[in-house]
């Protein structure tokens, strides 16, 4: 099991940035595909991006495609999500999962643990 925390979240302006951190404990993060999700108000969770264990491949949802960016350090046992060019849409809580392989996964079933998300709030 892998235990996560996020932080990073706050209150920005259309086209600002954030970044996005998850702190992961447990020996078994290396080995894990890490993935960002998000849900707004009255909307279903959605997948973001992902990355696989070994930082060779990343995947994304096409409404971040060009903006965010995932990236991972295993050495700190923390992955990043980058988001640039942010827009009031964006405006979500994020979470971070551990998948339950090394490969990317893009939907939230093939995520076991999870963190306790951080508030993304984009002002227009």
């Known amino acids: 099991q892998v235990q996560l925390v996020e932080s990073g979240g706050g209150l920005v302006q259309a086209g600002g940035s954030l970044r996005l951190s998850c702190a992961a404990s447990?020996?078994?993060?290396?080995?894990?595909?890490m993935g960002w999700f998000r849900q707004a108000p009255g909307k279903e969770r959605e997948f973001v991006a992902a990355?696989?264990?070994?930082?060779?491949?990343?995947y994304y949802a096409n409404s971040v495609k060009g903006r965010f960016t995932i990236s991972r350090d295993n050495a700190k046992d923390t992955v990043y999500l980058q988001m640039n060019s942010l827009k009031a849409e964006d405006t979500a809580v994020y979470y971070c999962?551990?998948?339950?392989?090394?490969?990317?996964?893009?939907?939230?079933?093939?995520?076991?643990?999870w963190g306790q998300g951080t508030q993304v709030t984009v002002s227009s």
């Open positions: 999962a551990a998948g339950r392989s090394s490969f990317i996964q893009p939907t939230d079933l093939a995520y076991d643990d």
């Open positions: 990355i696989s264990s070994t930082y060779s491949n990343t």
């Open positions: 447990g020996r078994a993060f290396t080995t894990k595909s």
